[in-house]
């Protein structure tokens, strides 16, 4: 079956931007994750969605917000985007929710800031 | 304040060997414990998990124990291959809740 896709592979903004991040989980499951990853900060959680609603959330600013879709299909965006937000976005899904079982990760979204 | 902390950026082993990528814990409430690999340019994926009723998980070549009392645990691998190369992530949670992942280990298998 489909993996997880993430959408743009790659891209760069500058500062102040705004920036969308696409995530279309695998069929059947309900629950999409998102998590950034820079040099030495390993995984740090942003948010989780289950069936359109946003269940859990982790502690970054309120310029990253999220939404999900009734396909589950899921967007992150980013406002007045900061030189410190470059980095690798990273969406996972999974079928109960984070936390619960093993999360299946997409390729991710790198995003540089100048 | 890092709840999940592997404490060696990097480790090498020659192929063949036993590889061991350990990784410590905080917060007590953690009962599910996951480890994942990543490829550059690829997403993590997932290698084993253990839950805190067990204290020992064995697939293949991948075995993990977990200390509770500790806040320990740890990743094997044996034997090494050069194909294991990557960075190894462990993950914890209070079950149902987010996953805290730590930093990461970069593991090189040498031929």
């Known amino acids: 079956k489909a993996g997880v896709t993430q959408t743009p592979r790659y891209l760069i903004k500058t500062r102040g931007q705004q920036v969308t991040l696409s995530c279309s989980p695998i069929?059947?499951?309900?629950?999409v994750s998102w998590y950034q990853q820079t040099p030495g900060q390993g995984l740090q959680f942003l948010f989780e969605y289950f069936s359109e609603t946003q269940r859990n959330k982790g502690n970054f600013p309120g310029r990253f917000s999220g939404r999900q879709f009734s396909n589950s299909r899921s967007e992150m965006n980013v406002s007045t985007l900061e030189l410190g937000d470059s980095a690798l976005y990273l969406c996972a899904s999974s079928l109960l929710g984070v936390g619960t079982g093993e999360l299946f990760f997409g390729e991710g979204s790198r995003l540089t800031v100048l | 304040d890092q709840q999940v902390k592997q404490n060696s950026p990097s480790l090498s082993v020659q192929e063949g060997r036993i590889s061991i990528l350990n990784c410590d814990y905080t917060?007590?409430?953690?009962?599910?414990f996951l480890w994942y690999k990543k490829y550059p340019a690829e997403g993590p994926t997932f290698l084993i998990s253990?839950?805190?009723?067990?204290d020992k998980n064995e697939d293949g070549r991948f075995t993990v124990f977990l200390n509770k009392s500790a806040k320990h645990l740890s990743l094997h691998i044996v034997p090494s291959q050069p194909g294991d190369s990557a960075v190894y992530f462990c993950?914890?949670?209070?079950?149902?809740?987010?996953?805290?992942f730590g930093p990461g280990t970069r593991l090189s298998v040498l031929p």
């Open positions: 917060n007590s409430m953690f009962d599910y």
């Open positions: 993950a914890a949670a209070n079950y149902g809740q987010n996953f805290v």
């Open positions: 069929s059947g499951h309900r629950s």
């Open positions: 253990i839950s805190s009723i067990k």
